[in-house]
T-cell receptor, first 113, second 114 residues
Framework: NAGVTQTPKFQVLKTGQSMTLQCAQD?????MYWYRQDPGMGLRLIYY???????DKGEVPNGYNVSRLNKREFSLRLESAAPSQTSVYFC????????????FGQGTRLTVV | LAKTTQPISMDSYEGQEVNITCSHN???????ITWYQQFPSQGPRFIIQ???TKVTNEVASLFIPADRKSSTLSLPRVSLSDTAVYYC???????????????FGSGTQLTVLP
């Protein structure tokens, strides 16, 4: 079982460049999430999605866009990267009606120079 | 969403039992309590979840008093590999067709010493 797969694992961007972080889950989960984690900090929710075609803002959505392409895939786009977006990004998925158990990917380490 | 409070850090020695307490005074009737473990450079991993009283699995136990305003994660006989950040979350199961905001606090850094 792959679980939650994120690509790429590492990325270096120049300020102003754009990129899309990909996330896919094979557990048939309804809900998917994007978080960022800065050094020594907890996770902060960027966006989340309850189902295909629906997305909602989390705690820190500014500077990001998301697409829930289908039930499996949830992508995060940085249109114009800034050094403040240097962070580790985690994607997660969960299933409705099972409490608050979620499954996380291994993360994408993004550096914006 | 119920706010949680947990210690920033804890130290323990190998072989000891570790108890990490989380305070969640505003927990709602339908809220569950979930604990996650995170190693450096990895995503959080689900450890245990409960609603009331005591829950035990192969990794940990979760103690929840009757008023549910706090909970305690108990790790028996810790080893060096249990050094990690532990997060306590409080929230409700998803309603069909909707998602919840899963909010993580800063967690508790547990360091197990030899």
């Amino acid at each position: 079982n792959a679980g939650v797969t994120q690509t790429p694992k590492f990325q270096v961007l120049k300020t102003g460049q754009s990129m899309t972080l990909q996330c896919a889950q094979d557990m048939n989960h309804n809900s998917m999430y994007w978080y960022r984690q800065d050094p020594g900090m907890g996770l902060r929710l960027i966006y989340y999605s309850a189902s295909e075609g629906t997305t909602d803002k989390g705690e820190v959505p500014n500077g990001y866009n998301v697409s829930r392409l289908n039930k499996r895939e949830f992508s995060l786009r940085l249109e114009s990267a800034a050094p403040s977006q240097t962070s580790v990004y985690f994607c997660a998925s969960s299933e409705a009606r099972t409490g608050t158990e979620a499954f996380f990917g291994q993360g994408t380490r993004l550096t914006v120079v | 969403l119920a706010k949680t409070t947990q210690p920033i850090s804890m130290d323990s020695y190998e072989g000891q039992e570790v108890n990490i307490t989380c305070s969640h005074n505003n927990i709602a009737t339908n809220d569950y309590i979930t604990w996650y473990q995170q190693f450096p450079s990895q995503g959080p991993r689900f450890i245990i979840q409960g609603y009331k009283t005591k829950v035990t699995n192969e990794v940990a136990s979760l103690f929840i008093p009757a008023d549910r305003k706090s909970s305690t994660l108990s790790l028996p006989r810790v080893s060096l590999s249990d050094t990690a950040v532990y997060y306590c979350l409080v929230g409700t199961p998803e309603a069909p067709g909707s998602a919840r905001q899963l909010t993580f606090g800063s967690g508790t850094q547990l360091t197990v010493l030899p």
